[in-house]
């Protein structure tokens, strides 16, 4: 009995440690995704790079269903595969085409305005809960999303909200990338809705259904010659990037976020969403594309509002617990 009452806090240690890494390596591997994704435009169109990213993403997500739950990981178990393919469409289809095109029409500062609205997906989520809930959220937390989203406003108008009013191309490419964030909220909100499946069966038969959405979208889009069909040349040109956006960003930085969630539960690895666009911003310098004081600040702004809600609603819920 002693050596267990001994060595329970250092397995607690270790566990909470793994869970810091997980999170934050799955953060880091996002962030880099937009600054990837900023050349992999040039060459391609989002909706056939979304497709091929989550075929080579999928295939390593199927690889691992069957190897971890057996070949009848495919069954349904209850669960609407109806509702799966409509959260698949949603999340996957809907985030990829959405936030990719959102930053292709942005330009090369695209990066920056996509990675800081990934950051307010916490906060999304707090007010979509709220919506299906018919509560309102609590006063502090409301003022904390609108210091979030004025954050916002600075990364993407630099602190120039005049000039930034004078063009249009401003709201068609942040409205698609505010509806692809969106997306991924509502995708990761209805997760819930599957209690008989696990994380990895939830993510793999919704991304596998989702995928016909994808593909059917993508070629739509090109019969109607919306898009181009990509030449060998274009696709050969974006094989380094969907090296890295099908097994890393698709495929391992999901794993580790859930991971790491499923240790230090959603409520502190949340927190780490504010890693990605910190990441991103450090690369695009890198890349030539260095942010605007004003994009810093309202990066840190929006930071800022994600942290102190975090420990506003910990002492909320801990003072509610203590008057029960």
Not at 38 to 62: E, K, Q
Not at 143 to 169: C, N, R, W, Y
Not at 216 to 232: D, E, F, I, K, T
Not at 288 to 302: C, D, N
């Amino acid at each position: 009995m002693q050596a267990n009452t001994t060595n329970a806090p250092v397995a607690t240690q270790n566990a909470y440690g793994k869970g810091v890494m997980f999170c934050v390596a799955a953060t880091v591997l996002m962030g880099i995704m937009f600054p990837v994704m900023t050349d992999a435009l040039t060459h391609v169109d989002p909706f056939t790079f979304t497709s091929l990213r989550y075929l080579i993403a999928g295939t390593f997500f199927l690889a691992l269903l069957i190897a971890k739950e057996g070949k009848g990981a495919w069954r349904a178990d209850g669960e609407s595969l109806a509702l799966a393919w409509l959260l698949g469409s949603v999340g996957f289809c809907g985030f990829g085409s959405f936030v990719f095109l959102g930053q292709q029409l942005a330009g090369p500062e695209g990066a920056l305005t996509a990675s800081i609205m990934m950051a307010t997906q916490p906060m999304m989520g707090l007010l979509l809960n709220s919506l299906v809930r018919k509560t309102l959220p609590p006063v502090v937390t409301l003022l904390f999303i609108l210091m979030s989203f004025a954050g916002v406003s600075l990364v993407v108008t630099k602190g120039d909200i005049v000039a930034a009013l004078h063009e249009p191309q401003h709201y068609s490419a942040n409205a698609l990338i505010l509806v692809g964030a969106l997306c991924w909220v509502i995708y990761t909100f209805s997760a819930a809705h599957f209690k008989r499946w696990s994380a990895l069966k939830y993510t793999t038969l919704t991304l596998w259904l989702g995928l016909t959405t994808i593909v059917g979208l993508n070629g739509v889009l090109v019969a109607l010659h919306v898009v181009p069909m990509p030449s060998a040349a274009e696709v050969w040109a974006i094989a380094p990037h969907l090296l890295y956006m099908g097994p890393i960003a698709g495929f391992v930085a999901i794993l580790f976020w859930n991971m790491g969630n499923r240790i230090l539960t959603p409520l502190n690895g949340v927190l780490f969403m504010d890693v990605l666009p910190v990441t991103t911003f450090v690369l695009s310098s890198l890349t030539g594309v260095v942010p605007a004081r004003a994009q810093i600040a309202g990066a840190s702004m929006t930071g800022l509002a994600l942290i102190f809600n975090n420990l506003y609603l910990r002492r909320r819920a801990r003072r509610l617990a203590a008057a029960r």
